[in-house]
């Protein structure tokens, strides 16, 4: 401890007289007080001043709390308990126990169970047998399978999609219903979708390992070559855009031609580059009943425009909330999907596209393809997938995503029914010549 001089007791003691037993005694207290008092108030404040690096901070008493801990009497330092050497261990192990353990009897199997036999030495054959199971192979496949395989490469359901939308602009067109024409148009947009998604998983074989949803498609599992595949493409592709050009009409074929490009060299590579694969696979689908419009009346009208804006602003809610649950999967893949890169955005552009068919609902009339009662008719199904589009934005979780989905499905052909059963009826223009005519020769 620092001592120091204390100047006024000194003096004090200098004063007072040494004879006497009250002097003594003054005296005798003044000592014991000078011994036990360690610095005085002055001095403490000159070795505060002086002595700045002694004192205790804040980082000694985190130095000394981490030194210590509090017991239930008295501060005790925190020790590192001294780990015993393993071999000391090993060495001082009791051999009895050993033996103990070595002579508990084996158990008996059951009667009538066969036990495999344990053989730690694999045979070399058996190895390279079990090697070569676990390797990629081609496999045999019958020719009855070959309809099935091709069912699954082409997408049946997807291809039931388009020709089913395709049927609908046609049925919608202000023409007279001409069954060949609507055959061989059904037949054309049926081969050319077969074309696209056939192509499309030739290009995504590497992907679609690894998504659990598409590791099982044709080619990932080796059931069909890839030229059988690309073979199989060209044989539907080639006839199917040729019936469109030359059975229906050049318009037809045209769209049946675009619609194979944009979703083979466009929409495929770019679902690994940039979201705006969604746009593009909305152009895509929208295309079809268009093409079922142009068909029956062989030019571009704003009624054809219009069922392709109902399947353009349909796809999103529908795509949308299907990928919300597969955002794992595609993300595996390497697909850049609104849903795993921009989920905000997925959940947006879903609820503005399903709020959108309300609107283009309200343009039937406008453009005169159906009557006034269309959009009152289709406006609860509108208003409800609406509903279920803002608990996706809002939530965004896996069960308000399904129930969009699974509206989505039955949305698009009530939707379509509905446009039907209101469309506007056209006269011929003849019989409207005939009809305007008859009172003035009855006059």
């Keep these: 401890m620092y001592k120091t001089s204390c100047s006024r007791l000194t003096g004090v003691w200098k004063c007072l007289p040494r004879d006497g037993l009250v002097g003594v005694c003054v005296q005798q207290k003044l000592v014991a007080n000078v011994s036990r008092s360690h610095m005085s108030a002055r001095s403490l404040i000159q070795l505060c001043r002086k002595n700045q690096a002694e004192w205790i901070t804040f980082q000694h008493l985190c130095f000394l709390k981490r030194q210590y801990v509090k017991g239930s009497s008295a501060l005790c330092q925190r020790a590192i308990p001294k780990q015993e050497p393993v071999a000391a261990v090993l060495d001082d192990r009791d051999d009895s126990l050993v033996s103990q353990v070595q002579q508990i009897p084996a158990l008996k199997p059951e009667p009538g169970t066969v036990v495999p036999p344990c053989d730690p030495a694999e045979p070399e054959a058996a190895r390279a047998a079990r090697l070569e199971a676990r390797q990629w192979k081609e496999l045999k496949v019958e020719y009855s399978d070959l309809p099935g395989i091709y069912g699954r490469l082409s997408k049946l359901k997807l291809t039931a999609l388009v020709v089913t939308t395709a049927a609908a602009g ?243 052909p009530m939707l379509l029914l509905l446009a039907l059963t209101c469309k506007k009826s056209r006269v011929p223009q003849d019989e409207a010549a005939v009809a305007s005519s008859t009172p003035s020769l009855a006059l």
């Design 170 to 412: 046609y049925a919608m067109a202000p023409v007279p219903f001409d069954p060949v024409t609507f055959l061989m148009a059904s037949v054309g947009t049926g081969l050319s979708s077969c074309t696209a998604n056939s192509i499309n998983q030739y290009f995504e074989v590497p992907f679609d390992s690894n998504m659990n949803r598409t590791k099982n498609r044709p080619l990932v599992r080796g059931q069909i070559s890839p030229l059988h595949a690309v073979s199989f493409a060209l044989a539907c592709g080639i006839p199917g855009v040729t019936l469109l050009t030359l059975g229906v009409n050049p318009l037809t074929g045209f769209l049946g031609a675009l619609n194979i490009f944009l979703y083979t060299c466009c929409y495929t590579p770019l679902k690994r580059l940039s979201i705006t694969n969604t746009w593009v696979g909305a152009v895509v689908g929208a295309i079809p009943p268009v093409m079922g419009w142009t068909a029956a009346t062989g030019s571009l009208d704003p009624g054809a425009l219009l069922l392709g804006g109902f399947l353009f602003s349909w796809q999103f809610p529908h795509f949308n909330a299907l990928s919300w649950n597969l955002r794992e999967d595609y993300s595996r893949g390497g697909y850049r999907m609104m849903s795993v890169t921009h989920p905000g955005l997925c959940k947006r552009v879903a609820l503005r596209h399903s709020v959108g068919l309300i609107g283009l609902s309200g343009l039937g009339p406008v453009l005169d393809v159906t009557t006034w009662t269309f959009p009152l008719v289709s406006l609860p199904i509108n208003l409800y997938i609406s509903y279920l589009a803002f608990r996706f934005y809002r939530y965004g979780d896996r069960q308000n995503a399904r129930k969009l989905f699974f509206c989505s499905l039955w949305h698009l």
